[in-house]
Every structure is written in C-alpha cells, then in structure tokens.
Nanobody, 116 residues
Framework: QVQLVESGGGLVQPGGSLRLSCAAS????????MSWYRQAPGKERELVAT????????NYVDSVKGRFTISRDNAKNTVYLQMNSLKPEDTAVYYC?????????WGQGTQVTVSS
C-alpha cells in the first residue's frame, strides 16, 4: 500500500531554513503529481506547493512564493520542500500527498516550529 514518510521538521528561528523530505513507496512515484500541505493548530489543512510528475511544473500558495521551493527526485521516490526565510506563521505540521490517486492517505507529518 501507499506509504508517505515525512521528515526534516524541527524548531528554527525566524529567518531560518529547513528542508523537508517525503519518502514515498507503494505506487509508481514518477507517474504522479505530488503536493505538500500544512496544518496549523486550530486551522484547516492548507495546500502549500505542488510539483508535476516530471518536476517541470510547480505551483505555490501566495504566502510562500519566493521563500519555499518544491522539488523531487524520481530515482529516490522522494519529494522535498526547501523552506527559507521562515516566519512564525509557517508553524504547522507539514504533510506530503499524492495528487489524483484516491485512497493514498496521509503520512504522519513533520512538525515545523518557527519561534525565537
């Protein structure tokens, strides 16, 4: 079955950087668009970034444009989220997701906390 394992979160000061990874298995990774979502306490889960199956096309929510970069390595079945210039409002649990594959579910997420 589909497995999504997120890692790389942590505590970082405002202005700092983190690189999140999502290791995927159980499906043909290179055939699917992948996304990163985040969910802050008391808020709805929010789509952050999306990357096409070959990595040629990316999209971002306005609040992270110019600060976050999504990428993927199809040889390693892994999608990444490079987060720079982090702000306290980026604090959330971050999840990766398979686009267009019903029933893929969610991983456990990785906590990102931006605080001084």
């Amino acid at each position: 079955q589909v497995q999504l394992v997120e890692s790389g979160g942590g505590l970082v000061q405002p202005g700092g950087s983190l690189r999140l990874s999502c290791a995927a298995s159980g499906f043909t990774f290179s055939g699917y668009t992948m996304s990163w979502y985040r969910q802050a306490p008391g808020k709805e889960r929010e789509l952050v970034a999306t990357i096409s199956s070959a990595g040629r096309s990316t999209n971002y929510v306005d609040s992270v444009k110019g600060r976050f970069t999504i990428s993927r390595d199809n040889a390693k079945n892994t999608v990444y989220l490079q987060m720079n210039s982090l702000k306290p409002e980026d604090t959330a649990v971050y999840y990766c997701n398979v686009v267009g594959r019903p029933g893929s579910g969610w991983g456990q997420g990785t906590q990102v906390t931006v605080s001084s």
